[in-house]
C-alpha cells in the first residue's frame, strides 16, 4: 500500500504533462500562433521578432538544397530541341517520376524475395540465481543458493512452399504497376516536351506582340509628323495634331502592355524548363513556316492506334491486370499454405548451488517440419478482403474506359483547334494586306489633304490588329499542332514543329 502511495505523485505529474498538449496549437481561432519550434529546426529559426500572423524565419530556406548541383546553362540562344532537353534534366517533374518507377520496381523486388526461403540466427542466453531458506540451519547454511546460466545459439529457416498461387498474383500486380510507373516516366517525359513546347511558342508570339507594338508606335508617329508638318504649312488644325499625340499615347501604353506580356511569359517559359525566376537564357526564335491548309478529320483507325499508344491509357489498362491479380492474390487468401520449417541449436548450461560442484551440459538439436496452415474463421477479413480487391478491379476498369473516351475526346477537340487556327491564319493573312493597303492610301491621303486625322489613325490601329491577328493565329496554329500530337501519343521527341505537312521555310 505504500508502494502505491510513492508512485501517486509521479502517475499525476505525468497526467499533468500530457494535458499540457494542447498548449501547442494556437490559444483561441482569431490569435496569432506564438510558439516555438522544435528541436529539429529551432536553430534554423531567426531571432527576428515575429509581427501579426507572421511566421518563423527558416534561415535554411532560403539556401539551396543540400545535394542540388548547379544548372550549367550554355553561351549563345537556346533553340526548342535544346530547351526541351535542359527541361528534361531540369524539370523536377521528371526526377520525381524517375523515383516512382524506381520504388515501383522495388515493390516487385520485394514480391520475388517472398518465394525465397528466410534464414536467420539467434542466440538465446540467461542467467537465474534463486534463494531458498531451510527450516534449520544445516552446518551453518540456512539457505540454499542456486545459479542457473545458460546459452543457446541457433539457426532457423522459414521456407512457404506453396500457396495456391497468392505469390505469383501478387508478384504480377506489382510487375504490372511497375510497367505502368515506367510508362507514366516515359509520359512525364511527353508532357515535359508539351509544356515547354507550348511555352516556347507563347513566348514567340508575345515577342512579335512586342515588334507589332513597336511598328504600330512607329506608324502612329509617322501621322504625327504628317498632322505636325500639316499644321506647320497652316493647312492643319491643332486638334489633327492632338489627336496624333493622343494616338501615340495609346500605342506606348500598348507597348507597354506588351512588353509586360513578354516578361510574364517568359518567367512561365523558365517555369517548364524547370529552371528558377532569376535565371537569364537567351531564346531563339523559330524558322518561320508556311502553315498548310486545314487537314482531313482523324479516321476511326487513327483514333484507335492513338488511344493505345497513350502512355496515361497504357498505364491505367496495365493497373486494371494489376487489380485482376489483386483478386487472384485475396481468393488465395481461403486456401491451405503449405511450409518448411528447419532448425539447428547448440545449448550449453550450468547449475551451480552453493557448497557443490558446477554442473555443466551441452546438447545439440536439429529438426525439421513440414507444416500445412488452414484458415477456418477470422471473421469475415478474408472475404472483406475479396470484396474490396473486386471493387478495386471494378474501380481500375471504370478508370481506364473513362481515359479512353476522354482520350478521343481530347485529340478530335485539338485536331478542330488546329483547323480553325490554320483557317484563321489564312483569314488574317488577307486581313493583314487589305488593312496594310488601307492604312498606307489613309496615310498618303493625309499627306495631300484630302483626309482625315482620324482616318489615318483609325487605320493605323486596324493595321496592328490585323498584324496581332495574324501572328496570334500562326503561334495558335504551332501550339494546336503540339497539342494534337501530345494528345495522339505521337509526341515522343522534341522536333522545331508538329504541323502536319511543314516542308518548306519561308
Known amino acids: 500500500m505504500m508502494t502505491i502511495y510513492k508512485l501517486l505523485p509521479v502517475t499525476l505529474l505525468l497526467a499533468g504533462c500530457a494535458g499540457q498538449a494542447l498548449d501547442r496549437a494556437p490559444a483561441s ?79 516487385t523486388g ?39 546460466q545458460g546459452t543457446v545459439p541457433s539457426l532457423a529457416l522459414g521456407w512457404l512452399l506453396f500457396d495456391f498461387g497468392q505469390r505469383a498474383a501478387l508478384l504480377e500486380g506489382a510487375e504490372q504497376l511497375s510497367f505502368a510507373a515506367n510508362v507514366l516516366f516515359n509520359g512525364i517525359h511527353q508532357k515535359v516536351i508539351r509544356d515547354v ?31 505636325a508638318d500639316r499644321l506647320r504649312g497652316g493647312v492643319g488644325t491643332t486638334v489633327e495634331l492632338a489627336v496624333a499625340r493622343q494616338a501615340v499615347s495609346q500605342a506606348q501604353f500598348h507597348l507597354v502592355n506588351s512588353e509586360g506580356l513578354e516578361r510574364n511569359i517568359y518567367l512561365a517559359l523558365l517555369g517548364a524548363v524547370g529552371l528558377p525566376p532569376t535565371a537569364r537564357i537567351e531564346v531563339a526564335a523559330p524558322p518561320v513556316r508556311f502553315l498548310p491548309g486545314p487537314d482531313s478529320a482523324l479516321t476511326q483507325e487513327a483514333l484507335d492506334m492513338a488511344i493505345a499508344r497513350r502512355p496515361d491509357v497504357v498505364a491505367a489498362y496495365a493497373a486494371a491486370k494489376a487489380a485482376e491479380a489483386g483478386i487472384r492474390a485475396a481468393e488465395a487468401e481461403f486456401l491451405p499454405k503449405v511450409y518448411l520449417g528447419a532448425v ?31 484458415p477456418l474463421y477470422d471473421g469475415g477479413l478474408r472475404r472483406t478482403q475479396l470484396q474490396r480487391a473486386e471493387i478495386r478491379h471494378e474501380s481500375a476498369r471504370e478508370t481506364l474506359q473513362t481515359l479512353q473516351r476522354d482520350a478521343v475526346r481530347e485529340m478530335v477537340a485539338a485536331e478542330t483547334m488546329l483547323n480553325s487556327a490554320l483557317q484563321g491564319h ?69 522536333q522545331e514543329d508538329w504541323l502536319p505537312a511543314a516542308d518548306a521555310v519561308r
Request: glycine content about 6%.
Open 110 to 148: 520485394l514480391v520475388e524475395a517472398t518465394f525465397l526461403p528466410q534464414l536467420s540466427a539467434n542466440v538465446l542466453t540467461g542467467h537465474q540465481r534463486t534463494r531458498r531458506p531451510l527450516p534449520t540451519d544445516i552446518a551453518g547454511i540456512s539457505d540454499i543458493d542456486t545459479k542457473v
Open 29 to 107: 481561432s482569431d490569435r496569432p500562433w506564438r510558439g516555438s519550434a522544435p528541436d529539429g529546426i529551432s536553430q534554423q529559426v531567426s531571432e527576428a521578432p515575429i509581427d501579426g500572423f507572421g511566421v518563423p524565419y527558416i534561415r535554411a530556406l532560403s539556401q539551396p538544397a543540400s545535394g542540388q548541383a548547379a544548372i550549367s546553362l550554355q553561351e549563345g540562344a537556346y533553340d526548342l530541341a535544346q530547351l526541351i532537353d535542359l527541361a528534361q534534366r531540369e524539370n523536377p517533374q521528371t526526377r520525381q517520376a524517375w523515383n516512382h518507377a524506381r520504388e515501383a520496381a522495388l515493390a
Open 426 to 494: 489564312q483569314a488574317a493573312d488577307d486581313l493583314v494586306r487589305t488593312a496594310q493597303t488601307a492604312y498606307d492610301a489613309a496615310l498618303a491621303a493625309f499627306e495631300s489633304g484630302v483626309g482625315t486625322i482620324t482616318l489615318a489613325t483609325e487605320m493605323a490601329t486596324r493595321l496592328l490588329e490585323a498584324r496581332q491577328a495574324r501572328a496570334d493565329a500562326y503561334s495558335m496554329a504551332l501550339v494546336m499542332a503540339a497539342n494534337l500530337a501530345f494528345a495522339t501519343g505521337a509526341m515522343i521527341h522534341p
Open 197 to 227: 513546347t507550348d511555352q516556347y511558342y507563347q513566348y514567340e508570339a508575345a515577342r512579335s506582340r512586342t515588334r507589332l507594338a513597336h511598328e504600330a508606335l512607329a506608324n502612329q508617329k509617322a501621322v504625327e509628323a504628317a498632322a
Open 344 to 374: 539447428a541449436s547448440h545449448s550449453r548450461t550450468s547449475f551451480d548451488v552453493r557448497g557443490l560442484p558446477t554442473l555443466s551440459q551441452q546438447a545439440t538439436s536439429r529438426g525439421v517440419l513440414l507444416g500445412v496452415s488452414l
